[in-house]
């Protein structure tokens, strides 16, 4: 009994170092082509930045004369006032190895600050739409919201009350026209979205 017990012991420790080799020669591949892409990305030359994909906000869409009484709106408005004459592009997905790679090294700063213009433009959208609905103004929300999706925002949210807007219009079928940007982000967030729009068709059924 003692022997098979040993043998099983003996089986099971090699079996953990083999995998484990086996792990570790994973890791130092994915290391090693890392650390080939950033020097490839370091040593790319600057590249034109006319060509990427700007988003302009559409200015008519924004109510500013609305709840102009609530402290958080003023704070929306600036903000928009602000994003307005910046360059924004939305680069979710995107590492700085990839950028580099892409536009050059030297633009590394720029193309980071025109990306972080976009992650304030969607929190923003998402959060001035919520205000806006929670305080009746559902047409305006539903406008904010449908531009940030526009966009190729991954914020959840957004889709989650952009579904419950529809919905409450008794327009369904336009959750399915959200199908094929959910499908095309680039984010870790992608799937949480599909479920999102797949639950809300559903529950409209």
Known sequence: MNLILFASTLALVAAIYISSARNRKTDEAIQREYWQRERAANNTRRKPLDDLPYIKLPMDIF???????????EDYRQIILTLKDLPIVNFTGLSNTDL??????PNISLLTSYDQNYTLLARTLQQWAQ??????FT???????????STGTDVSATYRLLCKIYQEQGAPEKIKRLYPVAEGLNSAMKGTIVRILQESGQSSD
């Open 100 to 105: 580099k790679l892409q536009y050059g090294a």
């Open 139 to 149: 047409s305006q929300a539903c406008q904010l919201l449908e531009f940030s999706v």
């Open 131 to 136: 205000l806006l609905y929670d305080n009746g």
């Open 63 to 73: 109510p500013m004369e609305l709840l102009t009484d609530i402290p958080k709106v």
